[in-house]
Antibody
């Protein structure tokens, strides 16, 4: 069974940093591209970042480019999102999602809440 | 700024049919945008329904179908059930390097 579980969320002050993790199981992690997305309270979904299985290709949304860094450790079946210079508007539930071989986003984790507040 | 637009809200009667659309600010949506559709119920994680325009996941009910319609991506729900009441999001790939979600459509079954 495919499972994705995010962790690392919490309360952080504006300007601070946080590193999110996504633990994957039930599939050959290294073969799949992965994405991060988020959802602010009461708002819609926002795509953030993409990474291929080999980490050879990485994309970012303009809203987080230069502040967030996506990475992965295939040996540990883990995906990461390093978030720096956090802003109040980064407050959201952050999701990791698997991307299949046909541009499909299929499995999502339950999400982890990040709150940026003083 | 690239914008993906969906109907903010739609209402359908049980047993009816409804089509949700997804438009792209820069022009027509094509198969090259690999449209994905998701369903999200309150307090739940988004659930994938459709990928690459019209392909269903193994768990997607048969009453859900995807297509391209008049330059937009479309999600059609047939024989709508009360449990289909939810928020629906489309997702488009563009510029070879970005994904963009639509603003979502709140579907009410009444």
């Amino acid at each position: 069974e495919v499972q994705l579980v995010e962790s690392g969320g919490g309360l952080v002050q504006p300007g601070g940093s946080l590193r999110l993790s996504c633990a994957a199981s039930g599939f050959t992690f290294s073969r799949y591209s992965m994405n991060w997305a988020r959802q602010a309270p009461g708002k819609g979904l926002e795509w953030l970042s993409f990474i291929t299985g080999s980490s050879s290709t990485i994309y970012y949304a303009d809203s987080v480019k230069g502040r967030f860094t996506i990475s992965r450790d295939n040996a540990k079946n883990s995906l990461f999102l390093q978030m720096n210079s956090l802003r109040v508007e980064d407050t959201a539930v952050y999701y990791c999602a698997r991307e299949g071989f046909n541009y499909e986003s299929d499995y999502w984790g339950p999400g982890t809440l990040v709150t940026v507040s003083s | 700024q690239t914008v993906v637009t969906q109907e903010p809200s739609l209402t359908v009667s049980p047993g009816g049919t409804v089509t949700l659309t997804c438009a792209f600010s820069t022009g027509a949506v094509t198969s090259g945008h690999y449209p994905n559709w998701f369903q999200q119920k309150p307090g739940q994680t988004p659930r994938a329904l459709i990928y690459s325009t019209n392909n269903k996941h193994s768990w997607t009910p048969a009453r859900f179908s995807g297509s391209l319609l008049g330059g937009k991506a479309a999600l059609t729900l047939s024989d709508v059930q009360p449990e289909d009441e939810a928020e629906y999001y489309c997702l488009l790939f563009y510029a070879g390097a970005h994904w963009e979600f639509g603003g979502g459509t709140k579907l009410t079954v009444l």
